[in-house]
């Protein structure tokens, strides 16, 4: 399934180093049942009651929008009690049955109602409100066909960023790439980067499907371009590296850091966008750099990773975590691999020690020793002298 997963601390959109971490868990909705699908779809029959499947990730935040907002409302609540038996699917756990329902994005609702029994009556992707979804459920209800119902609420419309998320991703399932391209453009220009809740889809999930669609739509990259552009002549360092990270012009930020680091009005800059550049010069092995510029102070650096774990693992009105949640190990990964990869071995050991003498767990200590033998061996890879080409 073509899924964008975890939009977490490392930018996969730039593909510089992969680290395994925790996946998190999000709350679990009281509407929800304990039924398998197979279990639930039997029960409704048998009931003759309607049956909501709802396919979702702990990774996703329009599914963690959903959790707190619609499948908490009263209203939804006291519909589906009196009408319907509802399941949740984690498409992480359970992908063959996401496969078989040809789930390719969350959220996903998928309703079958008493009339069409194992038929599927309709789906939704993408988040919907509590109106929304009540406008669906007694809309099936009163015996409306799936189109007539769909075609109501696009008319609703809503500018709101997620109603034109769920857009976007419905316009790619549907292969309109040109039109999903402009619905991602929208977003990248309406949300704010600091909103709380929204941070991760802007520089995560937008950029990472800005970066596809570039190569799909024929005039994608013209459009990314100018706004590469207005983004530096605006002096918005954030998205000008971000856009470069789109697309595939990684050597423009590291040329313009090789100027800035001689720069000492230009520090506050690199350290403000410390998140954005440490996967441009992982990529690039420019690991001394990293250590120097990104992380002067590596101890100190560490500390405040440490706070920022920590506060990660507060319960928070959105989602929940799984009681063994710990996402330090790989928040302080690409700090330890810097000083690894510039074999600044003494500075690294006294990295490694900070980190077990905070977290002295086994988890702690495989994840050093994974980075420490991952980083030394890429850095003789980057070393040792290539073989020169055959010459005729």
């Known amino acids: 399934m073509s899924i964008i997963r975890n939009f977490g601390r490392t930018l996969l959109?730039?593909?510089?180093?992969?680290?395994?971490?925790?996946?998190?868990?999000?709350?679990?909705?009281?509407?929800?049942?304990?039924?398998?699908?197979?279990?639930?779809?039997?029960?409704a029959q048998?009931?003759?009651?309607?049956?909501?499947?709802?396919?979702?990730a702990s990774w996703c935040p329009p599914c963690q929008k959903m959790e707190s907002t619609t499948w908490v409302d009263q209203a939804v609540k006291s519909w589906i009690k009196e009408n319907a038996i509802a399941v949740q699917v984690d498409v992480d756990k359970e992908e063959k049955i996401a496969g078989a329902f040809h789930v390719t994005g969350m959220p996903t609702i998928v309703l079958f109602t008493p009339q069409t029994g194992d038929k599927?009556?309709?789906?939704?992707?993408?988040?919907?409100?509590?109106?929304?979804?009540?406008?669906?459920?007694?809309?099936?209800?009163?015996?409306?066909?799936?189109?007539?119902?769909?075609?109501?609420?696009?008319?609703?419309?809503?500018?709101?960023?997620?109603?034109?998320?769920?857009?976007?991703?419905q316009l790619e399932q549907a292969g309109k790439n040109a039109e999903s391209f402009e619905e991602y453009v929208w977003l990248w220009n309406n949300i704010k980067s600091e909103a709380d809740g929204l941070k991760e889809l802007r520089i995560g999930v937008v950029p990472a499907e800005l970066r596809r669609l570039s190569k799909l739509v024929p005039n994608a990259k013209p459009k990314l371009t100018e706004m590469r552009d207005a983004a530096e002549k605006n002096n918005n360092r954030h998205d000008w590296i971000l856009l470069n990270g789109i697309l595939d012009d990684n050597p423009r930020t590291l040329a313009w850091f090789d100027k800035a680091k001689l720069d000492a009005t230009q520090r506050d800059t690199i350290k403000k966008n410390t998140l954005l550049l440490e996967p441009a010069l992982f990529s690039a092995s420019r690991w001394t750099d990293a250590a120097k510029y990104l992380y002067p102070d590596p101890l100190a650096k560490l500390s405040e990773i440490y706070k920022a774990a920590q506060d990660m693992k507060k319960p928070r009105p959105d989602t929940e975590f799984a009681k063994d949640f710990d996402p330090f190990p790989s928040m302080v990964m690409l700090l330890?691999?810097?000083?690894?990869?510039?074999?600044?071995?003494?500075?690294?050991?006294?990295?490694?020690?900070?980190?077990?003498?905070?977290?002295?767990?086994?988890?702690?200590?495989?994840?050093?020793?994974?980075?420490?033998?991952?980083?030394?061996?890429?850095?003789?890879?980057?070393?040792?002298?290539?073989?020169?080409?055959?010459?005729?």
């Open 336 to 392: 330890y691999g810097a000083y690894i990869g510039a074999n600044m071995e003494t500075e690294a050991q006294k990295i490694a020690d900070e980190c077990l003498r905070l977290d002295n767990s086994d988890g702690m200590r495989e994840a050093l020793a994974n980075m420490a033998k991952g980083m030394r061996q890429a850095r003789a890879a980057a070393t040792t002298p290539q073989p020169k080409a055959a010459t005729k």
């Open 120 to 169: 599927e009556f309709g789906r939704q992707d993408g988040y919907l409100s509590a109106s929304e979804m009540m406008q669906w459920l007694e809309g099936a209800k009163s015996g409306k066909t799936a189109a007539q119902l769909e075609k109501e609420m696009e008319s609703g419309g809503g500018a709101d960023v997620w109603s034109h998320y769920a857009n976007a991703s």
């Open 46 to 56: 048998k009931d003759g009651k309607f049956l909501i499947i709802d396919f979702t």
């Open 13 to 43: 959109l730039f593909g510089a180093v992969s680290l395994s971490c925790t996946a998190a868990a999000w709350s679990h909705a009281e509407v929800f049942s304990e039924y398998s699908v197979a279990q639930a779809k039997q029960q």
